[in-house]
């Protein structure tokens, strides 16, 4: 419960930021910095801002990630984390809030569907060449 209501208000947070003439300038500083600089916007602040919002969410993020496993251990912390959320991203959608939390729970479900037994057995045994039977004398089909 805690999970879903920290998801909500934080893409609340993140579409509030991302609206209005505070969204627009990060927008442009992140298309063309030097010409938001020359429009007279400070941009480092803008940043700064920017980041600061996202280490609370991750900070916050992670608070909630520990009760999952119960325990965090290096292997936590393999590069695998990080091919996930290219592909969360990739299969929910850049530029969009909803992208990555859409992807997310699309590949967990898909993981838990072909890890939990759920999905259909598929005999792969027409991949074996079939002169595997007469050089290989232990071949099992």
């Not at 602040?45 to 969410?57: E, H, Q």
């Not at 119960?70 to 290219?86: D, F, K, R, V």
């Amino acid at each position: 419960m805690a999970l879903a209501l920290a998801l909500a208000l934080g893409y609340l947070l993140c579409a509030w930021v991302a609206s209005g003439k505070f969204g627009g300038v990060n927008k442009t500083i992140r298309d063309n910095e030097a010409r938001v600089r020359f429009l007279g916007y400070h941009v480092e602040r803008y940043k700064l801002f920017i980041f600061t919002l996202k280490a609370m969410v991750a900070g916050v993020a992670g608070a909630l990630y520990y009760p999952q496993p119960g325990i965090i251990n290096p292997a936590e912390i393999a590069p695998i984390a990080s091919i996930y959320l290219a592909v969360w991203v990739a299969i929910g959608g850049r530029g969009r809030l909803y992208g990555t939390a859409s992807g997310a729970t699309f590949v967990a479900l898909l993981s838990n569907w072909f890890t939990g037994g759920d999905a259909p057995a598929i005999n792969l045994a027409f991949l074996h060449n079939p002169m595997d039977r007469f050089v290989n004398p232990n071949y099992a089909p």
